[in-house]
């Protein structure tokens, strides 16, 4: 029995195709004609489908106003947090004579318990107007975040 390769011959193939030439020619890129494709007919929505797109619009306003409520409750706090604190700085008192006055001092802890106080009338005024200054400036700040804020409707 002989052993034949089923390759076609020269002869057997078109011209311009032989094995070592053949191509595989790309899909074409134009795109299908439309023909005689009528346009769909718009979908109809029931009323009680109406009713309930309606439903869930109103659910999704709720949730963003409550959402910006909840917003202006947190910055409402921090503000009058720091306004309370700002008054209290703002009521002490050392005399006349500040910088003869030998009452004041300032303790600081850290969160191992350990403190560093000091009595230097000029460091303690000197760290309560810091503290005054950072205070005003973070209450502007959420006056301008608090204005910002627009309640969903």
Do not use: W
Request: aromatic letters at 6%; charged letters at 30%.
């Amino acid at each position: 029995m002989s052993t034949q390769q089923n390759t076609p011959k020269k002869d057997d193939l078109p011209k311009g195709n032989t094995p070592s030439t053949a191509t595989a020619t790309p899909p074409s890129t134009k795109p299908a004609p439309l023909g005689n494709l009528k346009p769909t007919p718009p979908i109809e929505i029931t009323e009680a489908e109406k009713a309930r797109l309606e439903a869930f619009k109103k659910e999704a306003q709720v949730e963003d106003t409550l959402n910006d409520i909840e917003e202006l409750t947190k910055l409402y706090k921090s503000y009058t947090k720091i306004d309370n604190t700002l008054e209290q700085i703002s009521a002490f008192s050392f005399g006349a004579e500040e910088e003869e006055y030998h009452g004041a001092s300032i303790v600081i802890y850290d969160s191992n318990r350990k403190s560093f106080e000091t009595k230097n009338p000029r460091l303690v005024l000197a760290l309560i107007e810091a503290f005054k200054v950072i205070l005003k400036t973070r209450k502007v700040e959420l006056s301008d975040e608090i204005r910002k804020v627009s309640i969903s409707r």
